[in-house]
């Protein structure tokens, strides 16, 4: 099972932030189990489902039973896992006249690389709808199918660049979120608003930010200064590897790959000491996102 020392402290309920109008999360849907919940974010584009990908097969091969959910209408994000783009779980309630109890779970759930289970919500046809309904959905679908009792860890990959209540879903499930960023000032920035939004949601949910991914980046000395100055910390460091793209090409994960290049053992090895780091020592940041004017005059060359 998963260390208890990952579970973040209790918090005291309040409001989820100034302006909120995001979508408010059934209490009946909360996530009660075992599981190691963590939901990865980041600039879009970015490479998050490559990143989760990735790291849910480096639990699994950790002897984990993973599950992981993608929350982007693209549903893209387990393909790598299935080598196929799998039904949504939107489409699939759709077609019941979204009457779930009429669904088995091989309708929405699907085997990935290693035993991963995949799960792609999908989401409603754009400008029509929220996605954070479509997540409260998917994890109603779950619960009432006793799929989590199963599982000891849980990845939300999360659309990116969008600040609604679709945005925010997973962090009320969450136990942990991950930011996937590059050394450059947009990712920083779009990583910035992101801290925010954890922090906000940290008042009246569990989750906590675990810490960033630096990728696709040959140096860190950006995303070093951010850190220094907010409180962040950097838990893995993929640089810009060949054989990250050619896997991605491939429709299969890192550890799939059958090739001589010699950094792939690399990209493996960083993958299974980032997940290892998250079951044995995963630490709570508490962290003070910056103004947006401060980021101009924190980053960049003097």
Same mark, same amino acid.
């Given at each position: ?25 059934? =209490? ?6 075992? =599981?190691?919940?963590? +939901? ?19 639990? @699994? ?9 993608? $929350? ?12 196929? *783009?799998? !039904?949504?779980? /939107?489409?699939?309630? &759709? ?6 109890? &009429? ?13 991963? *289970?995949?799960?792609? @919500? ?7 709808? $929220? ?16 799929? #989590? %009792? ?8 999360? #659309? ?8 925010? +879903? ?11 960023? =590059? ?7 779009? *990583? ?19 810490? /960033? ?70 630490? !709570?940041? %508490?962290?003070? !996102? ?8 924190? #980053?960049?060359?003097?």
């Amino acid at each position: 099972m998963v260390a208890t020392n990952v579970r973040p402290p209790a918090i005291k309920k309040g409001e989820d932030g100034e302006g909120s109008l995001q979508v408010h999360q059934d =209490a009946s849907m909360n996530i009660e189990t075992g =599981a190691l919940v963590i +939901a990865v974010y980041g600039k879009g584009g970015i490479g998050k489902s490559t990143t989760s990908s990735n790291l849910s097969a480096a639990f @699994s091969h950790l002897g984990k039973r993973v599950l992981q959910i993608g $929350c982007d209408p693209k549903h893209d994000s387990t393909f790598t896992l299935t080598k196929r *783009m799998v !039904p949504t779980v /939107i489409d699939i309630l &759709e077609t019941v006249d979204f009457h779930s109890e &009429e669904l088995q779970t091989e309708d929405f759930m699907f085997e990935g690389y290693n035993g991963v *289970m995949c799960i792609e @919500s999908g989401g409603p046809p754009a400008g029509t709808g $929220c996605g954070g309904y479509v997540t409260g959905q998917t994890v109603k679908l779950l619960k009432e199918h006793h799929l #989590l %009792e199963d599982t000891d860890v849980v990845i939300f990959d999360v #659309l990116g660049d969008v600040v609604c209540g679709g945005f925010a +879903a997973p962090l009320q499930h969450a136990h942990y979120c991950l930011i996937v960023t =590059a050394n450059d000032f947009d990712s920083i920035f779009a *990583m910035n608003r992101i801290v925010a939004a954890i922090r906000s949601k940290a008042k009246n949910y569990k989750v906590r930010l675990g810490g /960033i991914i630096a990728n696709r980046s040959e140096g860190t000395d950006q995303i070093d200064k951010y850190n220094e100055r907010v409180g962040l910390k950097t838990l893995a460091h993929f640089r810009t590897v060949d054989a990250i793209r050619r896997s991605r090409l491939k429709k299969c994960t890192v550890f799939e790959m059958d090739d001589p290049d010699p950094e792939i053992q690399v990209v493996r090895d960083e993958y299974l000491k980032l997940a290892k780091g998250m079951l044995e020592d995963a630490t !709570p940041l %508490e962290v003070e !996102p910056l103004k947006d004017r401060d980021i101009f005059d924190l #980053l960049g060359f003097e």
